[in-house]
């Protein structure tokens, strides 16, 4: 099973642009890269997919470099509300192989 | 459209018992997983149901199980609880069981073995 790694924990400020990465050496080749935003006491909530190159969306963006083996989403000028736990998360096409990263911890700054 | 809901919220067990815990996905979708979240261990996949079917399983001992009735509600049981047991668990929905098919979050049910 691939395993995944994120930093544990970000601080930045209000209207700054937030990269945050998940590395995964040992991607699969049918493995699809999404994330997820969890706050306190809830379940995680959907924020972008991708396989590769660049996907963007109103929310955000996910750059994947043509070798898969790292995944970078992008968040443009935070606000205090996106202070959250995000998480990368691989599943196979055939819906195998659902490996969760370990988390970042975002706190966004006044 | 209701979202995936969890049945009941919050669960407090002794060790040795079991538990069931529901899930109903969002309507039509038919694909349910399972996920164990804890402090020390994160998110853990537990087991994945499709059409009645379990397609996929994580790594959890056979104390862990779950099943999918025909109108794609699904359960998942934990028998013989151990302290360690306490957690949050979450289901998600799909419309299909693919990795490119998004997954919705239920709330989760906060067990808590004592």
């Known amino acids: 099973l691939a395993k995944t790694t994120q930093p544990i924990s970000m601080d930045s400020y209000e209207g700054q642009e937030v990269n945050i990465t998940c590395s995964h050496n040992n991607i699969a080749t049918n493995d699809y890269i999404t994330w997820y935003q969890q706050f306190p006491s809830q379940g995680p909530r959907f924020i972008i997919q991708?396989?590769?190159t660049k996907v963007t969306n109103e929310v955000a963006s996910l750059f994947i470099p043509a070798d898969r083996k790292s995944s970078t989403l992008s968040l443009p000028r935070v606000s205090l509300s996106d202070t959250a736990v995000y998480y990368c998360?691989?599943?196979?096409?055939?819906?195998?192989?659902?490996?969760f990263g370990p988390g970042t911890r975002l706190s966004v700054l006044p | 459209k209701a979202g995936v809901t969890q049945t009941p919220r919050y669960l407090i067990k002794t060790r040795g018992q079991q538990v069931t815990l529901s899930c109903s996905p969002i309507?039509?979708?038919?694909?349910v997983s399972w996920y164990q979240q804890t402090p020390g261990q994160g998110l853990q996949f537990l087991f994945e149901y499709f059409s009645e079917t379990q397609r996929n399983k994580g790594n959890f001992p056979g104390r862990f199980s779950g099943r999918q009735f025909s109108n794609s509600r699904s359960e998942m049981n934990v028998s013989t609880l151990e302290l360690g047991d306490s957690a949050l668990y979450l289901c998600?929905?799909?419309?299909?069981?693919?990795?490119?098919?998004?997954?919705?979050f239920g709330p989760g049910t906060r067990l808590t073995v004592l």
């Open positions: 998360l691989l599943a196979g096409s055939y819906g195998q192989n659902f490996v």
């Open positions: 998600a929905s799909s419309s299909l069981p693919s990795g490119s098919d998004t997954q919705y």
């Open positions: 309507s039509g979708h038919r694909s």
């Open positions: 991708g396989y590769k």
